[in-house]
Structure formats: C-alpha cells, structure tokens
C-alpha cells in the first residue's frame, strides 16, 4: 500500500471517454490498497478556447482575470473525474487549487507555489476518498485565484508528491516517456529508461515539450522521483532522478528543438554601461522570461553602437514589445526587429562533461545541411543554436542521425 | 449618483459581442457617477453543455461535484466582463460567489444563501472598481462550492441589491419586461408597467420564465423594488414592487404555460392515513420540489385503494421515480406512471379576489377549444390546470384572447 500522486494531462482527460480510462486506472491502484491523488489539466483544447475567448473581448486581458478565466478549465475537470470515479463506486472529492490548500505568490498567470497546506487532502485521503486536485492553480493569501503558468499542473503534481511525502508521483501523458527526440519528428528516437533531473531540465526548458522546467527544478530542489508515462498503455515510462555514474556513459541523452521562442533584436544601442540591465531589468519586471542573450561587438563610426538580440517566449512577445517600446526615449535604439520564425535545436547530455568535439560535431553536421546557426548558446550538459524555423525539423533529424542514429 | 445591481442573464452575455455591449451599459452609469454590482449567469448554452458532459460521464451525477463543475460557467462570464470593462478603462474586478461572500447551506445544487458578508465588495467599490459577482454560486461554511438552482442568478442580484443596500436592481434579460403572456407564444401579449410581488411570484412559479420564484420571494421579504428589462435596447421594464390600490382593477394581470412540469400518478395506493405524508416526506427529504398535488376518492372493490397525482420539475423526474421506487415495499403501490407530456397553464391577477366567474370563464373557453383537463389548482390570485403539453400554446392563445385579448 502506497500514498501515489497521479498527473494526467490535457489529452489524457480530453474527453469523457479518456475521463472514464483515468478512473479505471485509478481504480486499479485502489484496488490493491493505494490511497491516490490525483491531479488533472483542463481538458485539451479548453485552455485554448478560453484564451481565443478573452482575446475576442481585448488583445492583452488583465492577468487577474486571465486566472479567474482559466481556473474553470481545470475545475470542470476534476468535476468530472470525481463523477467517473463515483461511476466506478468509488468514493472521490474534487478540490480546486485553492481548495487543496495551494498557496502562491501574486504574481498572475505565472505565480509561484510558495506553500502547500495538505491538511484537507489527508483528511479527505483518511476518510477513504481518491482526492483530485484542479492542477494549474493556486490562490494567493488574499483569496484570489492564480494560474501557474505554461505545465502548471505538472509542478502542483510535484510539489503535492513532496507536501503530502507521497511514496511515488506519476506524470501520465500522451507519450510513453522521454525519448531521445520527439518521436513525431523524429522516426528513429527511442524511449530513454531513466535520465537525470539535469538533463530533463535541459530538454525542459529547450522545448522538448514532455515537461516544464520548473516542474523538473521543484522535482530535483525536493528529491521527489518521477515516473513520465502514457495514459494509453501500461508500458513503464521514464524515470526522472539524480544523476548516476553510468549515466556519463552516453554522450548525449537527447535532442530538443524548442518552436516556442521569439527572437527581438534592438538594432544600434548605444554601446555603453547599464544599458543591457536597463532592458532586462524592465523585461524582468514584467515577469517576462528572457531565454537566449547575444551581444555582438560595437560597429559603426560616430556613437559607438550594438546590436542586442535576445529569445522569449512567442506569447510573451506583444508584452515585451510594449516593454522595448516604452524604452525607446530612455535608450535610443534604432529600430526593434521581431522574429518569430526561429527554433532552438538543442543537444543535451551529461556525458559532454567527459567527451570532447560535440559542439564540432553539432556545428558540422548543420553546415553539411546548409542550416545557418543565428545564435549560439552552451552550457555544461547542452549547446543550443537558433536557427532557421522551416529548417528546424531537417536539422533535428540530421543532429539525432549523427549523434544517436 | 446611486448604488446599483444589474443582473445579466445567459443571453445578454451569449458572446463576447454581447459581454461587450453590457460592458458599454455598464459604462454609462458609471460615467453618470452610479456604483455599479454586476451580476451575471453562465454564457446561454454553457450550463447545458457541461451538462451534457457530466451525464457522458454517468446518469445521475453526484451533486457536490456537479457544483464545481457549473460553477465554472459564471467563473468564464465574470472574468470575460470584468475585461470588457478594463477594454473600456474602467477599474473592474471579478468575484466568483465564494469571494464575494455569498455563504450558503449545503443543499448542492440548489443551495440556499444564508448570509451574504459585502466587505469585499463594499471595499473594491470603494476603490473605485465596478464589481462584477459571479451569480447562481456561493459556498459552504466549510468551503464548498454550491449552486443555488434555477434562476439562482436573480437570486444572486436580489440578495446582494438587499446586502448592501442598494439604490436600485436591475433584471436584464432577452424580454422588454414582464408580459400578460409570452410574446413568443402570444402574439398579442402587451408589457405590464408594474406587477406586484404576490402577482410576480404566481407568474414565476408557474413558468413564465421570466424570473424564479426564489427571486420574487426574496425581493418581496427584504422589499427589494426591481425592474425587469431588456439588455438590447434601454426601453423602460416591468418594476415589480408591493401590490398597490389601482392594480385590483384588472382581472387577470397574466397568462402563464410552464412546459418543464412532469406528472407523477402512483396507481393504487393504499387509501390510509400516513401513506401521502410518508410520500412527500420522503420526496422531500430528497429535495424535490413538489407543486400540484391530486388525489382522488378511493375505488376498488377489495381494499381500499387511490390514484395519488403530483407534479415536479422535469429535471427531478428521474430523482423522484428513485424515491418512488424505494418506497414500493413499503407502501405497496400497484405501478407508477410518469407523465412528460404536460403543460401548466395558469391565470394570475390580484384583481380576481374581487372578481367572480373567473374559474368558469377559464374552464369554458378551454372546453370550447377541445382541451381536456387534467388537475386543477387555486389560489387566491391565480388558477392553473394541467394540461396535454402538445395543445399548451394553442390554450393559452384562447385564454389570453378570453381575458386579455
């Protein structure tokens, strides 16, 4: 008998059907003594029309009221489970985030769990129920509601696994686990057993899409192992952990190619101290998340003048433009040019900290693909370049060919 | 400068297009200086649909769950308007009933309010924001989400408009006001200027789906004046208010068909005391609203045995027949007949307790039209009879004719 935290996401709870298949799962671990909580996403496709819905009433809604807006996803949601679970005679309380006890900062659309209180969660688990938690959302200590952003639910399925000392938490989702490349992309990836939270945090936060860094980062700070797996089957799936020494075997682990950036350029800045915090410090009082940085060498005769380029996330664009632009009497920059047609291809692997020539090798193969790299980024387990957004998937393939084919 | 609610029912805000133009009204009194409460319902055919999902999931949903899942609808709409608003540079904020203090019993799904605390929204309408208030919902002492039934968004604008004393409430809605009969079915039905509570309340508890009787009743115990009105255009509504001398003058006030009745025949039951009260104890221990009740004298050769008749809400149908159907071993009825196919046509005016013949003249010109009747039931102020749903609208024609015509 074991306490077990079970995420399903958007696809898996995407229909009433899908919502009947999470009940029978669960059931099964009942069955044989387990006490479950269970944590859903809004059904997929939800999110996505409440956000077409809000922009139909203004192009920028309030975040407040973006989080009142998208709360109801996930609330409808676990209304359901609940309901497929009593089909099942099985006794389940749905609560929303607020009601689980989840406490963020007020930082809306993005906020930050800052405390969990699992008192009504165990009382609920000892009187017998399958607890089912609205994923995604929180409130603040003033009682508003808060989203958490982009893979939210997955962070309130980690951070319940560490408040409620769970024995296991299991993210299900629409694959079978992590693999070397996106598998829809890329025939010939394969399903890695187990990876380390470093490495899962570089496919993390380079777009790899099984999930979101800050999910892996709250994972890794508490020690809770997790089990990626598919809804759809009983295969095992991926075990995230801490590194071992036989993980430094395989030189690199996977390859990402994120779609979700855009690249802002700010052509002839002035070349002189404080600008670059002045920018990313306005960037970062916005809450908006600033990714890949370049700044190339002064050029021109009078002024000495850079240009700045950096990567956010395509949403967050129209908001940092607004930024940038509010700037423009303060730093005097000549013109901002906006790329959304870029992709980050990434390659990551703890084993670059033992083996040399990687980079050589990613950079070669590209040019064997006539890929021109736009800008470069490295870290001790990942090197990163953003190219060319129609070429992106090609040179994915190429990169995995070369160093996992 | 006044204190308002305005309530806007499920088609005022079917779209953003709509959300937008009660945006612009809301608008115009707060330009003119007025404090303005907004209460809305779910987006017409919201509620319907999740609905529809939760019976995909299983016939009878569980009705706690069933509250968090509804609730969502008015959550969408609150946040929706409360952008419409900031679209237009108004200060707005949004408050799903449990924030807005709106504390209930625990009977979900058709929850009662018992105490409405208006702290918070007295402070953000002192802070200058219109504060729009998710209607139809509120919670438990301990947290829970409840919804207060059918109309429960009237009930939402009522109850506030009396928690904090507001100057006014407003009843927007797809209908200019209050009618001698449904426009719809009626072509010749006029608009009343004013209508007394007693009046008002026979109307909607007999259907004419303007207003739930709830509503009416609450309006009526704390005196709450309010105008029912149109959210398409700013015509003058029906304000419904204390009965007044003149309003005797008239006869019949209005004709009313409610199509969401279903007939309930126990056959053969035992004719002995106790056996109707252990029928409705028990249907209202279930808390199924029960409104006609029929029982005719005692037949049959052997023991003594009746023929018991009432009506329910068509959504209880299936509740009750579970009821009905635990106590055949106790009560030892012969079969039970369910009827869908009816329809309730009432007459209603204050002016009848000083007019005679009004019952036979009612009787008479459904006799002349071929309608059979099937119950009958009086008050001081209306008489209604059940009748063959298919021949509903064609009765209430002649009786409108007969009266108001």
């Not at 688990?125 to 958490?148: C, H, K, P, S, W």
Request: proline fraction near 3%; glycine fraction near 8%.
């Amino acid at each position: 008998m074991a306490l077990i935290v079970q995420k399903f996401g958007g696809t898996s709870v995407g229909n009433p059907e899908r919502i009947k298949n999470v009940a029978r799962r669960v059931a099964r671990y009942r069955a044989q003594g387990d006490q479950v909580v269970v944590v859903v996403s809004a059904m997929s496709g939800v999110t996505d029309g409440l956000i077409k819905l809000a922009r139909e009433i203004m192009p920028l809604p309030t975040e407040r009221e973006m989080d009142m807006l998208l709360a109801t996803g996930e609330q409808t949601t676990i209304a359901l489970t609940a309901m497929a679970l009593h089909a099942l005679d099985l006794a389940a309380v749905s609560l929303t985030g607020s009601q689980a006890g989840i406490l963020t900062d007020d930082v809306h659309t993005k906020a930050k769990i800052q405390d969990i209180d699992p008192k009504e969660i165990h009382s609920l688990l000892d009187a017998g129920n399958v607890v089912i938690v609205a994923g995604f959302q929180g409130r603040t200590a003033d009682g508003r509601i808060t989203t958490l952003g982009r893979g939210g639910s997955d962070l309130t399925a980690i951070a319940l696994a560490a408040a409620i000392k769970a024995d296991l938490c299991q993210i299900y989702t629409d694959v079978d686990g992590v693999y070397t490349a996106d598998p829809r992309i890329v025939p010939g990836a394969r399903k890695l057993p187990e990876i380390s939270y470093d490495e899962m945090l570089e496919l993390a936060s380079l777009g790899a899409k099984v999930m979101q860094s800050r999910s892996v980062e709250f994972a890794k700070k508490f020690g809770v192992v997790f089990e990626v797996r598919s809804s759809l089957n009983d295969n095992p799936g991926t075990i995230v952990k801490e590194e071992t020494q036989n993980m430094e075997d395989v030189v690199i682990r996977g390859v990402s190619l994120d779609k979700n950036q855009a690249k802002i350029t700010l052509v002839a800045v002035p070349d002189r101290p404080g600008v670059a915090a002045r920018v990313f410090k306005a960037i970062g009082e916005a809450a908006i998340n600033v990714d890949m940085i370049v700044q190339n060498i002064s050029h021109g005769s009078g002024q000495p003048a850079t240009d700045l380029s950096f990567t956010v996330d395509k949403p967050d664009l129209l908001k940092t433009r607004k930024v940038i632009d509010a700037l423009r009497g303060e730093i005097g920059y000549e013109e901002v040019i906006a790329d959304e047609n870029i992709g980050k291809l990434s390659i990551v692997g703890v084993g670059m900290r033992s083996h040399s020539g990687v980079a050589a090798k990613m950079f070669e193969t590209l040019a064997s693909e006539g890929v021109n790299i736009g800008m470069i980024s490295t870290s001790e387990i990942k090197i990163s370049v953003v190219i060319d957004l129609a070429r992106g998937e090609a040179a994915m393939r190429a990169v995995h060919a070369a160093f996992l084919g």
